[in-house]
Each structure stands twice: as structure tokens, then as C-alpha cells.
């Protein structure tokens, strides 16, 4: 089994939505992450997408989006992002997944030795930008979150810890976050956030601090093909 990750698909949801309006790169995305997909992707592998899936506002209104993804290969592991208004009865919504994928919200799943858990995050504080008051009481949610997604991971049998984020925990200057110093508390392998679009990709941190791997996958950071973080001839 190998582990891929590619995120923020901004699905169009049965909207108008075209996201060539952020740049002509985006023209056809989907078309392009597909053919991607299939030559890289396995059966049994499995992609990871760590938010912002669909531009849906409500759960029938992403089932189009959500079937296009279930039709590629391998098993799919889904994270909620800021954007997934669609996403609001956890239940409702694993009721209503296609065979082969999952949805993960301040929960773990163990597939094949490996340990999956994730919770969505948010921003965090800084010296330049300190959050306003309901920032940071997100924050604070967002933290009490992973804990408990890595608490839950933590009573599950695995070789590793592999957590979803949408948010990115941390920034290109590889200063620690209370995010960080969680993820590092529990020995986690590696993190695959996304968010960061354009101008944003760099600021975003990549590769390993305090033995943690973390991979920026945003579609269009990753040029739209899927990324490999584990497995035979790893990239």
C-alpha cells in the first residue's frame, strides 16, 4: 500500500464555479489531477484529501463531486476544509460516501499498519498577528481537536501516525506552534495540510522539523498531480 495526498479540489459542486479564475493553470483541473490519478494511483493504495473538496453548500450538491473522486482508484480519506459548507452531519455524510472512502473529523482510522487522524485546525497566533477574540477561541477548539484525534490514534495498532490538517501548523520559518508542539508530544510521522493557494504556497513549511515530515498539498502547489508520501519508490 502506498500513501498519496492531494487536497483543496474546489469541486465545483453543481455550482458555476470555475476556478480558471484564479489563473489559466487552473483551467481543467480536475481533468488533470485525473489523469494524474490513474497512472499513479493503485487499487489499494490510498490518497489522502485534506479539505476544501467541493464548493457545494449542501451534502446532495457534492454527491456528483464526491462519485468523481470515488471512481478513481484507490481508497480516499477525506478532511473537512473551510470551504466544505456541504459537510455538516458527520453521520449523514459516512452514511452517503461511496464505497472506498472515509471521512475523518477529530477521529482516527487504522488501514493496513498505518494510523490516520486529523481535525481541520485553523490560524494561529504570531508576534506580527496576534488572532482577535473568536480566533482564538477557534484555535483553542482546533487544538483540544487534534488532541483528541491523537488521543483516539494513540489506542489504535500501527507502525505510524500520519494526521490531516487543513490549516497549516505551522509556516516557512519553521518557528514552533502549539500546533507543532502537540503533534511532537504525540511522535506523529508526518502532517499533509493544504489551504495555501498562489502567492500563500510560500509561506507554507516543507520537509521534516523535530522528526515530523510535513507535505504542503494544495492541488495546484503539487501542479495538480497527486503527491506520494509513503510506499515503493517513494518520490
Known amino acids: ?58 451534502l446532495d450538491q ?10 478513481l482508484p484507490g481508497r480516499k480519506l477525506l478532511l473537512r476544509g473551510n470551504h466544505d459548507y456541504w459537510w455538516s452531519s458527520l453521520s449523514k455524510l459516512r452514511a452517503a460516501l461511496p464505497e472506498g472512502m472515509f471521512a475523518l473529523q477529530n477521529d482516527a482510522l487504522a488501514l ?13 497566533p504570531t508576534v506580527q498577528q496576534p488572532l482577535g477574540a473568536q480566533d482564538e477561541k477557534v484555535f483553542r477548539r482546533e487544538l483540544m481537536r487534534l488532541r483528541m484525534s491523537l488521543d483516539q490514534a494513540a489506542g489504535l495498532s500501527g507502525q505510524d501516525i500520519t494526521v490531516l490538517m487543513h490549516y497549516p501548523p505551522l509556516f516557512a520559518d519553521g518557528v514552533g506552534t ?33 522528526g515530523i515530515r510535513y507535505f504542503l498539498t494544495s492541488c495546484d502547489a503539487l501542479g495538480f498531480c497527486p503527491l506520494q508520501i509513503e510506499g515503493e519508490n517513494q518520490i
Open 1 to 58: 500500500m502506498s500513501i498519496f495526498a492531494i487536497g483543496d479540489l474546489h469541486l465545483p459542486g453543481h455550482a458555476q464555479k470555475p476556478m480558471d479564475v484564479f489563473g489559466s493553470h487552473w483551467d481543467r483541473h480536475f481533468e488533470t489531477i485525473s489523469d494524474h490519478w490513474r497512472r499513479m494511483v493503485g487499487p489499494t493504495d490510498v490518497v489522502l484529501i485534506p479539505g476544501d473538496i467541493s464548493w457545494a453548500m449542501q
Open 62 to 71: 457534492a454527491l456528483d463531486d464526491l462519485r468523481a473522486i470515488a471512481a
Open 112 to 124: 493496513e499498519g498505518h494510523i490516520f487522524c486529523g481535525t481541520r485546525g485553523w490560524m494561529f
Open 178 to 210: 502549539p500546533f507543532t508542539d502537540i503533534l511532537e508530544e504525540y511522535a506523529v510521522t508526518r502532517v499533509v495540510y493544504g489551504h495555501l493557494h498562489g502567492a500563500g504556497i510560500k509561506v507554507a513549511f516543507r520537509g521534516e522539523r523535530q
